[in-house]
């Protein structure tokens, strides 16, 4: 379905409505909005607008519902599969103004906010009642791009992604009226679960305003460790058994030597250069993570830890995590004029060696520069591949290796993507994923969005 431009006339119109100074056809405003932080080709809006209330977005998703406009949600633009990118023009609506928290309810622990909140922010402002926001996927994400495409993070593995600290959520729908789903109540059996079926979908079934939160106590002790092994092999191999164990780690996370190195050269640090996993653990005082210690540092020295740190001081953990968070940024300014692909893939536990292997035979069979990080708690892998964009045979090279690692992925019962959502990277691999159930994904997006106006070109192939 063809999208038609916004007319001037249309935008004078949403000036009115809106405000002047909070709708822009300038051309910094429109660059600025056509692409993400992906490696994705950019694709200008006709027009941005910056609602400041719910009545603001009904006001645009009536007029677009009316002349067949394209509207592209935009929070933070961190996305990394061109998940915001307004590939059909149109309206893009940025939520940065709307970024105000409503209200704590710390004995609930919840909170109601705007979905421009970056994540950071909002945790900042929780810590002073003892509590936090679990989901943690790095960058600068907020609220609505971390609901749009239920991202997780390095606390998955402990606490569960977006979908499961979304309690209830109000929503513009196609038709331009708001809807109010979910509950305050922590457990529902109520109807279809609506909430869930529109957190991961990415814009294209509705626009989420505001957002009740579940929180989480701050953990009152925690323990950092460090561990480094003799090869990537080694260190997967570790990560399934201390899951498999039962040990309970909130957060578990795996970086091979070459981001390491990238690390290292960027931010001027000294981690040992070699295989590394980093975990933590939350608990309710140091005998209970001592207890926990002993049976993680057998597990990791069975499967041949050179090195065991723990015990990482309050300033150094808060810098390691920033390094492991910061490891594509890294990479970027190690290699300016280079572009990445960064694949994101997930598998049952059991089959993360097997896929990480899979991954490395891939990257050494193509001969393109590979760099091994993610979630390995959860099954999670991020392989960034290093590319020249104007070289065409190392384009085609990196994007076979993509193929190659999502497929792999696939076949042994995982996911074409594990936090980054489908967006346009993804788009190709749904239907092999998905098989016949992807009819009725567009069953469903035909019954809420039937003129497809709501992120058009996403989640679903033509």
Same mark, same amino acid.
């Given at each position: ?63 677009? &519902?009316?002349?067949?406009?394209? !509207? $592209? ?7 990394? #599969? ?74 998955? !593995? ?17 038709? &331009? ?31 989420? $305003? ?20 003799? =090869? !990537? ?34 931010? +001027?640090?000294?981690? @040992? ?12 005082? @140091? ?9 993680? @540092?057998?597990?990791? $020295? #069975?499967? &041949? ?48 060696? #097997? ?21 390995? &708690? ?16 190392? +384009? ?15 076949? +042994? ?5 594990? @936090? ?7 788009? =190709? ?34």
């Amino acid at each position: 379905m063809a999208h038609p431009r916004v007319t001037p006339e249309d935008v004078a119109l949403l000036k009115r409505v809106i405000g002047e100074s909070h709708v822009s056809t300038g051309p910094s405003n429109l660059d600025l909005h056509s692409k993400d932080e992906s490696y994705h080709e950019p694709h200008r809006p006709d027009v941005v607008v910056w609602p400041q209330k719910t009545e603001d977005v009904v006001a645009v998703v009536r007029l677009a &519902g009316e002349k067949g406009y394209a !509207v $592209t949600p935009w929070c933070a633009g961190t996305s990394l #599969e061109g998940n915001p990118i307004p590939v059909h023009g149109g309206i893009v609506l940025d939520f940065s103004e709307m970024n105000r928290i409503l209200e704590i309810r710390e004995k609930d622990l919840q909170v109601d906010v705007e979905v421009g909140i970056q994540y950071r922010d909002l945790n900042d402002q929780l810590r002073h009642y003892g509590l936090f926001f679990p989901p943690d996927p790095g960058a600068w994400a907020s609220i609505g791009g971390m609901i749009g495409n239920n991202a997780s993070g390095v606390r998955t !593995v402990a606490y569960g992604a977006t979908r499961d600290s979304v309690l209830a959520m109000e929503v513009v729908m196609a038709d &331009g009226r708001v809807i109010h789903l979910g509950s305050r109540a922590i457990k529902s059996s109520s109807g279809y679960d609506l909430l869930r079926l529109l957190i991961g979908s990415e814009g294209t079934l509705g626009i989420v $305003t505001k957002a009740t939160l579940r929180l989480r106590g701050l953990p009152p002790e925690y323990l950092t460790v460090v561990a480094t092994f003799p =090869s !990537v092999h080694a260190a997967c191999e570790a990560v399934s058994d201390t899951i498999r164990y039962g040990l309970n780690p909130a957060a578990l996370e795996l970086m091979d030597e070459a981001v390491v190195v990238e690390i290292n050269r960027d931010r +001027k640090m000294d981690l @040992e250069e070699r295989p590394m996993l980093f975990l933590e653990f939350h608990n309710v005082n @140091e005998a209970a993570l001592e207890s926990q210690y002993e049976m993680v @540092e057998a597990v990791l $020295t #069975e499967h &041949g830890a050179t090195r065991i740190d723990r015990g990482v001081g309050a300033d150094e953990r808060v810098r390691l995590w920033e390094a492991r968070h910061g490891a594509l940024e890294s990479i970027k300014r190690n290699h300016p004029g280079r572009s990445v692909l960064l694949v994101d893939t997930c598998v049952p536990i059991s089959r993360y060696a #097997e896929m990480v292997d899979a991954a490395k035979a891939a990257v050494e069979r193509e001969g393109v520069t590979g760099f091994f990080w993610g979630h390995a &708690g959860d099954g999670n892998l991020h392989l960034g591949l290093l590319f020249d964009p104007a070289d065409e045979d190392e +384009k085609q090279r990196v994007q076979r290796v993509n193929r190659a690692v999502v497929e792999h992925s696939i076949a +042994k019962g995982g996911t074409c993507t594990g @936090e980054h959502g489908v967006g346009i990277g993804k788009l =190709s691999f749904v239907e092999a994923e998905h098989g016949p159930a992807l009819e009725y994904m567009r069953r469903i997006k035909q019954a809420l969005d039937p003129k497809n106006i709501l992120n058009p070109g996403k989640m679903l192939p033509d």
